[in-house]
């Protein structure tokens, strides 16, 4: 079994990493009637149902970061998440890096990359325009109008962004659970190192890097 964890791969797993994601798809893909249920409701559309299906062919493992990664105290060289940690709340993240930290081996590295927060005002304040910035740091929550939305929710959970984060203030909440030699990093650049099949650009344009030693 490979030493290098991805959690929260969504539709990009990494060949020859463990994939982890806690997204409905693997929870609809590994249970039928809760599926069926979902699409006789009509709480599917058509990409949810092939991002079901993709889920079902492909090796992706459910987990909840925040609760518990099923793997062993100091079993892992790295751990890589991507566009993932904004989305938990401020209590959540706290709990998925001291997960990440029991997993880790000593010296092992955390990669975390996230929206950076700084790229987004920066673009606010060079085109003012509220609008785009409102919906590029994706916070609006979802609406519940009515039984379908509702059950939308109850089956789906929240999918917005619960947090933002600037290279700053992500490596502050590292240091602060423990991590050491926390560093932001230029795109393209990592402390891994064996970082084969990482994609050290992943959505460059937007995104900050941050990494932390155990």
Same mark, same amino acid.
């Given at each position: 079994m490979t030493d290098k964890v991805n959690i929260g791969c969504g539709t990009t797993p990494i060949d020859g990493w463990i994939n982890y994601d806690n997204s409905y798809a693997i929870k609809l893909a590994?249970?039928?009637? @809760?599926y069926q249920i979902a699409k006789i409701l009509k709480l599917l559309n058509k990409q949810q149902i092939e991002n079901v299906e993709w889920n079902k062919k492909n090796k992706i493992y459910f987990a909840d970061a925040t609760k518990k990664i099923p793997l062993n105290f100091n079993s892992v060289e790295c751990i890589y998440s991507s566009h993932m940690v904004e989305h938990l709340s401020r209590d959540g993240a706290n709990s998925f890096l001291i997960e990440? @930290? +029991?997993i880790l081996k000593t010296d092992g590295v955390l990669r975390i990359a996230v929206p950076d927060l700084r790229i987004a005002t920066d673009n606010y304040l060079n085109h003012g325009d509220a609008n785009k910035f409102m919906e590029k740091i994706f916070v609006q929550a979802p609406p519940i109008r009515n @039984?379908?939305?509702k059950l939308k929710l109850i089956f789906f959970g929240? +999918?917005?962004?619960?947090w933002m984060y600037d290279g700053k203030s992500l490596s502050i909440l590292m240091k602060t659970v423990g991590f050491r030699n926390v560093k932001i990093y230029k795109k393209g650049e990592t402390s891994i190192k064996n970082p084969k099949g990482l994609d050290l650009y992943e959505r460059c344009e937007e995104s900050v890097y941050v990494e932390g030693i155990k």
């Open positions: 590994n249970s039928p009637l @809760l990440a @930290l +029991r @039984l379908k939305e929240y +999918r917005h962004h619960q």
